[in-house]
């Protein structure tokens, strides 16, 4: 049994940086002023320099149908049985959906497709994960067994600075009609169970808001065992700031700091602080 990966470039396994031969991502793209340009090609400070001199908020596009049938036939023609598909949540994306579909056009090949309800660098390591898992010599069975766990025991609040991208671009439940409401708040979205990005508090200041979002994490994590994602858009080294606040210790096993990648920037805009963390079993 060969077993393949396929994720997608929101798991931005370039910036940590991760590779395999047992892993394929599925480039999406990101609409800018009329012109597309594909994820893995744009670095952080470009996407967020042009985001900012165009005049209307980017877009972004999924793999079509077509470009995972191509994928997954790679993975047939080098001797796989099996590809574990882990992209970002069914609920943030139509990817899920299409890669359904595409598998439903390829013969010979068993695919698996869990809803992993989250992205990012929360997806990458995940990928990576399952990818140790293989390396292993688990089958396919164990490893989506250990997986679901794995995933759940997942979470992330995040500080935007405005809710106008995520509002107009569907990406945040119930905000129909908020497009006024949010040009005046300083909100913190959460990452649900359900992969789903729901707005959690509303502030009036900015550092209300980040204060209130960083005691929330910390009421999350508490002294159980985890790893956290410190997660930025624009504003790499105000981030960073807050590495200091968590540091490496007997309940803190890893710590990642990673720029959101420019398809989900595109949906949040700039000014991003997001926190994610995964909790591991106690030893």
Avoid at 55 to 70: H, L, N, R, Y
């Amino acid at each position: 049994m060969k077993i393949g990966i396929l994720t997608d470039s929101t798991a931005n396994l370039q910036q940590i940086p991760y590779a395999s031969e047992r892993i394929k991502v599925i480039d999406f793209s990101v609409i800018i002023s009329g012109t597309s340009f594909k994820a893995s090609t744009l670095s952080t400070d470009e996407f967020y320099q042009r985001m900012a001199n165009a005049e209307k908020i980017p877009t972004t596009s999924q793999g079509t149908v077509m470009d995972v049938v191509t994928l997954l036939e790679e993975f047939k023609a080098e001797g796989c049985s099996d590809v574990i598909v882990m992209t970002i949540s069914s609920k943030l994306s139509g990817s899920y959906q299409n890669i359904a579909s595409a598998a439903a056009e390829v013969d010979g090949l068993v695919v698996h497709l869990p809803d992993t309800l989250t992205t990012e660098i929360m997806l990458g390591t995940a990928v990576m994960y399952v990818d140790e898992l293989i390396i292993q010599g688990q089958d396919v069975s164990t490893i989506l067994t250990q997986l679901e766990p794995f995933l759940l025991a997942d979470g992330a609040f995040f500080y935007v600075d405005s809710l106008k991208h995520l509002v107009k671009g569907g990406r945040i439940s119930g905000a129909s009609g908020m497009v006024g409401e949010a040009l005046k708040i300083k909100p913190i979205l959460e990452l649900t169970k359900e992969g789903t990005i729901e707005l959690k508090e509303k502030k009036r200041t900015k550092t209300k808001a980040v204060n209130h979002l960083l005691a929330l994490v910390q009421d999350q994590v508490k002294d159980t065992p985890h790893t956290l994602f410190l997660l930025y858009s624009d504003n790499h080294a105000e981030v960073a700031a807050y590495e200091s606040m968590f540091p490496l210790d007997a309940f803190r096993k890893a710590r990642y700091l990673s720029p959101l990648t420019p398809v989900v920037g595109a949906h949040t805009g700039p000014g991003v602080i997001g926190i994610g963390w995964r909790l591991h079993e106690r030893a």
